[in-house]
């Protein structure tokens, strides 16, 4: 027995410079046949109108690619097209896909299709499919999902590496199964920039007198989570009366960042709900899943009370400082009042009507109290 592990370290050696190691820049869709770098050669060109040749399917066994020519201490990324395929139940299973890179989990997240769109249990990756949950084929009685260009990034460790990508807790292939295709592995310097793709505020210079205490960032690829996570990797600053940014009168309003993995952080703004006023959102320094710098971004926009209604003020927890809603006669001569408010509850204006032509209509944000008074005396609270 002992001589056989030298002799198995022989071999595999040997074999790996005869061609069972590619090596980096690597590139297969799986289109030709499987070359030896893979464990597997399993493929599947069932349903080739919706998934083209791939390789799968496949559960819970891993189907492991190994590289060589890598440089130590050098970043790279794997990038794929995942195929979920069939009843996977999300964290109710927990049904996980994983890529594990010489032996370590660099990803691994639930994927949920059961059994429509949206499913019936959340998932832990933060994305949408890029197709579907709907039939693409195979079992009739669900639905499948492809998710486009995933990316996970590693450090090279050796000269050599192993990537297995596995699925973990799954049914059999006819129940739950998955497959990738599109396999790129290249370093990640190599890739474009990461950018922000979008943000759920305003456009640059656009002005809204909806009510914001929250909104999120999506990013062009996966982010380094203690950089996402850190309030520091952002600012959001309100403009004095200059409405100039960068000198002592603004305000640097905190924020809360929340980031659990994928392209996506949201935000919760503590001193709620964005008073009217110019504001400046930017990243920086925020780092993508790599541990590069994504290009920094800024948005400039403005906020602005509703044509009727006021936003409610940050000081209106007692019924004295409560945000005061002017009072409209509707129709004109009619003696009729109405008061609008904007809430963070809904966003919708809603109508809160009175009689009379000398009243003040307060809301206050702590329980949802209000308070009608009439300089007659009269004053009713709910």
């Known amino acids: ?11 595999s050696a040997l074999l790996a410079g005869h061609g069972l190691a590619a090596t980096v820049p690597y590139s297969e869709d799986f289109e030709g046949a499987v070359g030896p770098e893979w464990s597997l050669s399993t493929v599947n060109n069932a349903h080739v109108a919706a998934f083209t040749k791939f390789s799968g399917r496949f559960t819970n066994q891993a189907q492991t690619l190994t590289l060589s ?23 109710a299973g927990p049904d996980y896909f994983k890529v594990v890179v010489d032996g370590t989990a660099r990803f691994r997240e639930t994927f949920s299709n059961y059994n429509g769109n949206p499913p019936s249990q959340p998932q832990t990756y933060g994305g949408s499919p890029d197709v579907g949950r ?16 995933i990316e996970v990034p590693f450090t090279a460790t050796a000269a050599t590496a192993t990537i297995a990508f596995q699925g973990e807790n799954l049914q059999d292939v006819s129940d739950e199964s998955w497959g990738v295709d599109n396999v790129t592995v290249q370093t990640s310097t ?10 759920a505020l305003p456009t640059e210079g656009g002005t809204t007198s909806d009510p914001i205490d929250r909104f999120s960032v ?5 982010l380094n989570s203690t950089s996402a996570n850190a309030a520091g990797s952002y600012e959001l600053r309100r403009s004095g009366a200059d409405g100039v940014f960068g ?40 780092l993508d899943g790599a541990g590069l710098p994504v290009t ?4 400039v926009f403005s906020v602005t009370d509703p044509l009727v209604g006021r936003l409610e003020n940050l000081d209106n927890n007692t019924l004295e400082q409560a945000t005061a809603l002017p009072m409209t006669e509707t129709p004109s001569g009619s003696g009729f009042l109405t008061a609008l408010r904007r809430m963070l509850t809904t966003g919708d204006l809603m109508p809160r009507p009175g009689i009379g032509s000398r009243c003040d209509w307060r809301r206050m944000r702590s329980g949802f109290i209000r308070r009608f008074t009439c300089r007659t005396g009269q004053e009713r609270i709910w």
Do not use: C, E
Not at 135 to 148: C, E
Not at 258 to 272: A, C, E, I, P
């Open 1 to 11: 027995m002992k001589a056989k592990f030298p002799i198995i370290q022989f071999l």
């Open 69 to 91: 020519g890598l440089t130590v201490g050098t970043s790279y990324t794997v990038l794929f097209d995942l195929y979920v395929i069939d009843s996977w139940d999300g964290n």
């Open 134 to 149: 709907t039939h693409l084929g195979f079992s009739g009685s669900y639905v499948d999902a492809i998710y486009r260009t």
């Open 190 to 199: 190599s890739l474009a920039a990461t950018t922000v793709a979008s943000v």
């Open 218 to 222: 999506t990013a062009t690829r996966v």
């Open 247 to 286: 000198n002592g009168d603004d305000t640097v309003l905190p924020l809360v960042p929340s980031y659990s993995g994928g392209k996506v952080v949201s935000f919760l703004v503590t001193d709620n709900p964005l008073q009217p006023g110019t504001y400046r959102f930017r990243t920086i320094g925020l």
């Open 296 to 299: 920094d971004f800024v948005r």
